[in-house]
């Protein structure tokens, strides 16, 4: 019998978000570690740990993106704020990120002032709908697909394309569907 899903909305999507994100940063600490990345990571060394292959897959998607001083990122889904903080500090990107959780946006908004980085990174709450102070020299999409659904990828993919610069770039990170 075929699932029946139902259409995303900024409101449901608020609601699925608030339901597996808004539990405890505390717990996505305990589980994520000190780099709070979530999704896949990328080991350069066999010998090296989960922080450094999170921090190894962060470098990855800002050379992707040939992010650079006086860029503008936009990161949508930007959970705690890590690929925020990787951009502005060590390649001089200005972001902005964007998620739907307020509890990830609280965290991301402390880490973001404790590097002294408030000038260059700025964390809303915001769902990718709403963006309207586009173009971006560059987006980032880091395991957004898989919460916006088969489905609705080609309106998504579209959407963000609206906000980018000609000649900009855009990745969207996803687990691949078959």
Not at 37 to 44: G, L
Not at 79 to 107: C, F, K, M, N, P
Not at 150 to 166: D, E, V
Request: one cysteine or more; hydrophobic letters at 40%.
């Amino acid at each position: 019998r075929p699932r029946r899903t139902r259409r995303h909305s900024p409101a449901r999507d608020a609601e699925a978000v608030a339901h597996h994100y808004d539990v405890s940063n505390d717990f996505y600490a305990l589980v994520l570690g000190p780099t709070l990345v979530y999704s896949c990571a990328v080991w350069t060394d066999a010998g090296g740990g989960l922080d450094a292959a999170q921090e190894a897959k962060l470098d990855l998607v800002c050379r992707k993106l040939a992010l650079r001083p006086g860029l503008r990122l936009l990161d949508v889904g930007c959970g705690w704020g890590s690929l925020a903080l990787h951009a502005a500090q060590r390649y001089g990107a200005d972001v902005v990120g964007i998620t739907l959780s307020a509890q990830q946006a609280e965290l991301a908004r402390r880490r973001v002032t404790a590097a002294g980085l408030d000038r260059r990174i700025t964390i809303r709450v915001q769902d990718y709908r709403e963006v309207d102070d586009g173009p971006f020299d560059a987006i980032s999409s880091i395991g957004m697909a898989e919460h916006v659904g088969r489905a609705a990828l080609p309106g998504y993919i579209r959407a963000l394309h609206t906000l980018l610069r000609p000649g900009g770039r855009l990745l969207n990170h996803a687990i691949s569907w078959t």
